[in-house]
């Protein structure tokens, strides 16, 4: 199996019908994504990028455009990949194991195998001792930790992440995001990563895609040319702050964040 | 042990107001007579409460197996939804136990008729929860089923059928109360056995301390049959919510 693959989205729009009117979510976005590249998509809430991730994925049908990964047009979900929500969305009656093994069981992976590689995983994300717990006897950080190694579980060479840590404190966030570098710097895989937050997005990236308020557009692709491993201390660095300065001026421009300090 | 000693002291008041204020055991008997009557009168009560029993549970089975794998049917296609169910609401909203006696006509004076009125009582809660269950799977969970590749009966059994399960045992639970209901209306309109009968004798010979005994016999074969469901529940589901043990604070004491 490829370790990682290109991403093709060329010319996609996805209009809603709604009860009186259609709305136009995401306006004509094209962006190549290079096989192993960490892209992330960046926008204030509602600007489309959760919806642009379910079309890549194929489990939402976009309006026109076309996406292919590998060179496969994306017209049914896409299998060889795996999914990170915000919410965990783990099965309550399930124990830890039993969720990440969930992946494996859909897929009719070897058991043996995947029980291996499930407790690899977990060991790697600090789990090992709570494998037999349910969902609700863990803090949200080690939930979301579970649905990592899910997706993770039958070594994809694709990840979509949506907004992967958005619901989960600071400190856990920042942890989780060295966690998530240290995975990818292991095992190159293409990640396409939807966040709201600059500097995670600065941190973790390549390119960071830049959409605009709805309708959805993206309006710049920045590269990130920080070296890696990137620490939590380069946050601090002139580098790192005119890149999150940048991004910034973006949104001021968009009219998301304000200009002056409110008074 | 709280339940218990509430209803000792409801049963000590009213034992003692009986006395008390002088009621003729016609109009109400003292908790005590009734306890002796429960027991003096078992030759006579056990079996009526097997046939009721009996009549209950084969109704409430009956509407497990069908309106479960009918909401199933229901969910799995809106065009099917849609069709369906306003004629099932319809149907629900007809007064069932005003149907009884035509059900005594059609069906005669047997064991039929009532586990078909239970069945018919309990069969629409069962219905309902089932359908609320099976509808109210988060998007999320569907959607990450889908992206590794779930057939349909992956999606059912492992995502759906699992996640309905407090609903469709919530229901399960209501419609067993109902059941009972339904079975002791189906004896009142017409029977030669089962709790229903003794109730109606016991009424037109003004025994009261016989229709509590009934009662209470039919009470105990609700409570049995709702205490099985709680187990069951409490078997399939301890992930849910209802059954989750939280850990409990300590606090140290100060001397």
């Known amino acids: 199996m490829e370790r990682s693959v290109a991403v093709t989205i060329e010319g996609v729009t996805q209009i809603f019908r709604g009860e009186a009117q259609e709305f136009l979510a995401i306006d004509d976005v094209s962006l190549d994504i290079a096989p192993g590249e960490f892209l992330s998509l960046l926008g204030p809430s509602g600007c489309g990028k959760s919806t642009l991730l379910l079309a890549i994925a194929g489990l939402q049908p976009q309006t026109r455009g076309r996406i292919a990964i590998a060179g496969r047009v994306v017209d049914k979900p896409f299998t060889d990949l795996g999914i990170v929500f915000q919410e965990p969305f783990l099965l309550e009656w399930r124990s830890v194991l039993a969720n990440v093994l969930l992946q494996a069981e859909l897929r009719r992976l070897d058991r043996e195998h995947a029980a291996a590689r499930a407790a690899l995983l977990l060991e790697r994300v600090g789990l090992a001792q709570f494998k037999d717990r349910l969902p609700h006897q863990l803090s949200g950080g080690m939930r979301q930790r579970a649905a990592i190694c899910r997706a993770l579980l039958h070594d994809p060479p694709l990840l979509l992440m949506d907004e992967p840590f958005g619901a989960l404190d600071a400190l856990t966030r920042d942890d989780l995001n060295l966690e998530l570098q240290e995975i990818w710097l292991n095992s190159p895989k293409t990640v396409v990563f939807v966040t709201h937050s600059i500097a995670e997005a600065v941190l973790l990236s390549d390119r960071v895609a830049i959409m605009s308020p709805r309708p959805g557009r993206i309006a710049e692709v920045i590269p990130i040319s920080l070296p890696r491993p990137r620490g939590l201390d380069m946050r601090e660095t002139a580098e790192f702050g005119s890149y999150a300065r940048r991004i910034r001026d973006i949104f001021t421009r968009f009219g998301v964040l304000r200009s002056e300090p409110v008074r | ?255």
């Open chain 2, 1 to 255: 042990m709280l339940p218990f000693a509430g209803f000792a002291a409801f049963l000590l008041v009213w034992e003692w107001a009986v006395a008390a204020f002088h009621v003729r055991p016609f109009v109400l008997p003292r908790p005590s007579q009734v306890a002796v009557a429960l027991v003096a009168e078992w030759g006579q009560l056990m079996p009526a409460a097997v046939v009721t029993a009996e009549e209950i549970v084969l109704g409430f089975l009956l509407a497990v197996a069908i309106a479960v794998p009918l909401a199933v049917v229901l969910v799995a296609s809106r065009w099917i939804e849609n069709t369906l169910f306003p004629l099932i609401v319809s149907a629900q909203l007809v007064p069932k136990v005003a149907l009884a006696p035509v059900l005594t006509v059609w069906l005669g004076l047997g064991l039929v008729t009532k586990l078909t009125v239970a069945f018919l009582l309990s069969f629409f809660p069962i219905l309902i929860d089932t359908m609320i269950g099976l509808k109210s799977v988060e998007t999320g969970k569907i959607l990450l089923a889908r992206s590794m590749g779930a057939t349909p009966l992956d999606m059912f059994f492992k995502i759906r059928l699992p996640s309905a399960l407090p609903n469709l045992l919530g229901g399960m639970k209501v419609a067993s109360t109902l059941a009972v209901v339904g079975a002791i209306v189906g004896e009142f309109i017409g029977a030669n056995a089962g709790l229903g009968n003794v109730l109606l004798i016991a009424n037109s010979n003004y025994d009261m301390v016989m229709m509590f005994a009934g009662v209470t016999y039919l009470t105990a074969v609700g409570l049995i049959l709702f205490v099985l469901l709680d187990l069951i529940e409490r078997w399939a589901i301890p992930w849910h919510v209802s059954h989750r043990h939280l850990l409990e604070p300590t606090v140290e004491r100060k001397s």
